[in-house]
């Protein structure tokens, strides 16, 4: 299983709830379309920090997801224009333990 970690922020409290909302909705319903999609963790920091973690059974499902550079960060206008700083990039990880597998 691939971990895939990507951060951003929004710029007020407003932003980060209408982000929050996007994700649970949009996001999740696309991610859910993808085959190999795993699940995925929504982390909300102070000051409208964002971490998503995303679980894909392999890096071919995360190419699905993200496109021919897998480190791209994935994200759509709308989401954009509720974030005042995204990360450019995600991270990926091989899941050794957790409480999923």
Same mark, same amino acid.
């Given at each position: 299983m691939i971990a895939r970690l990507w951060s951003a922020r929004a710029a007020s409290t407003e932003d #980060? $709830?209408?982000?929050?909302?996007?994700f649970a909705g949009e996001v999740l319903d696309q991610l859910g379309?993808?085959?190999?999609f795993e699940g995925a =963790?929504? *982390?909300?920091? /102070?000051?409208? /920090? =964002?971490?998503? &973690?995303? *679980? =894909?059974?392999? &890096? $071919? #499902? !995360?190419? $699905?997801f993200a496109g021919d550079d897998p480190a791209q960060a994935n994200v759509t206008g709308p989401a954009? #224009? &509720?974030l005042s /700083? !995204? $990360? /450019?990039?995600a991270r990926h990880f091989t899941v050794v333990l957790s409480p999923l597998i």
């Open positions: #980060a $709830d209408a982000y929050q909302d996007h379309k993808i085959p190999g =963790f929504l *982390l909300r920091g /102070e000051h409208g /920090e =964002f971490v998503t &973690m995303t *679980l =894909f059974e392999s &890096m $071919d #499902a !995360v190419r $699905d954009r #224009a &509720m /700083e !995204v $990360d /450019e990039r």
